[in-house]
C-alpha cells in the first residue's frame, strides 16, 4: 500500500490551465479506473471533484478533468481562477477492498 | 440535511483505547458502504478502513490492521471505530466518509466518497 506520487506542488496564473499526475502502479492505477480526486480547503474535509477517472460530481464545475494514461491519472483545472487554490489529492483503488491516496498536491494561483 | 458527524476523539496515552462514532443523516445509511480516512497533523489523507453496507465485510490498512475494528449499526445510522494500542502515529484528524456508489444500487462501490464529516481529532500522547 504504497502512497501514489504527486508533485508536492503545482502553479498556475488565472486563466490558464494546470495538470497535476497522479503515478501509480500496475496494481492499482493501472489496473482500475476507480481513480478520485479530491479538492481541501484549509481546516475543512475534502470535496470530491473526480471520480472514475473521468466523471464529475454534480455542482463540480466543468473546469475540472480527469484522464489516465497507463499507471498515471491526471487532473485538469482550466481556467484557473483564485478560488482553485487548494490541496489536491488522487486515490485510486488498489484491490482487495483497499484504497490508496496520492501525497498531496498545493495549487497555487498566482 | 445530508450529513455525517464524527465524535468521540481527545487525548489518550500510548497502548490506551478509543472509539469513534459517526452518525449519519438525511440519507438511506444501510445503502452505503463506508470507510475511515485520517489525516496527521499537516499531512496528507490516508485510507484506514471500510466496512460494507451491511457491515458483512470489512477491511483495514496495514498500517492499523489487528489493532482497529470498523463496524456499524445500521438501526442507529451510525459507524464506529474502535482503535487499540494507540500509536503516536494514530495522532490525525479521522474522518468518516460515505462511498458514492450507494446512490445508484445498495452495496454498489465506486470507490470514491462523496460525503465526508468535519473529522474528529485523535491525539496520542503521553
Known amino acids: 500500500q504504497s502512497a501514489l506520487t504527486q508533485p508536492a506542488s503545482v502553479s498556475g496564473s488565472p486563466g490558464q490551465s494546470i495538470t497535476i499526475p497522479c503515478t501509480g502502479t500496475?496494481?492499482?492505477?493501472?489496473?482500475?479506473?476507480?481513480v478520485s480526486w479530491y479538492q481541501q480547503n484549509p481546516g475543512k474535509a475534502p470535496k470530491l471533484m473526480i471520480y472514475?477517472?473521468?466523471k464529475r460530481p454534480s455542482g463540480v464545475s466543468y473546469r475540472f478533468s480527469g484522464s489516465k494514461s497507463g499507471n498515471t491519472a491526471s487532473l485538469t483545472i482550466s481556467g484557473l481562477q483564485a478560488e482553485d487554490e487548494a490541496d489536491y489529492y488522487c486515490c485510486s483503488y488498489a484491490g482487495g477492498s483497499t484504497l490508496v491516496f496520492g501525497g498531496g498536491t498545493k495549487l497555487t494561483v498566482l | 440535511q445530508v450529513q455525517l458527524v464524527e465524535s468521540g476523539g481527545g487525548v489518550v496515552q500510548p497502548g490506551r483505547s478509543l472509539r469513534l462514532s459517526c452518525a449519519a443523516s438525511?440519507?438511506?445509511?444501510?445503502?452505503?458502504?463506508i470507510h475511515w480516512v485520517r489525516q496527521a497533523p499537516g499531512k496528507g489523507l490516508d485510507w484506514v478502513a471500510v466496512v460494507s453496507y451491511d457491515g458483512s465485510h470489512r477491511n483495514y490498512a496495514d498500517s492499523v490492521k489487528g489493532r482497529i475494528t470498523i463496524s456499524r449499526d445500521n438501526s442507529k445510522n451510525t459507524l464506529y471505530l474502535q482503535m487499540n494500542s494507540l500509536r503516536p502515529e494514530d495522532t490525525a484528524v479521522y474522518y468518516c466518509a460515505r462511498d458514492g456508489g450507494g446512490t445508484i444500487l445498495p452495496g454498489y462501490q465506486d470507490y470514491s466518497f462523496d460525503l465526508w464529516g468535519q473529522g474528529t481529532l485523535v491525539t496520542v500522547s503521553s
Open positions: 438525511g440519507f438511506t445509511f444501510s445503502r452505503y458502504t
Open positions: 500496475s496494481s492499482d492505477v493501472g489496473s482500475y479506473n476507480l
Open positions: 472514475e477517472v473521468t
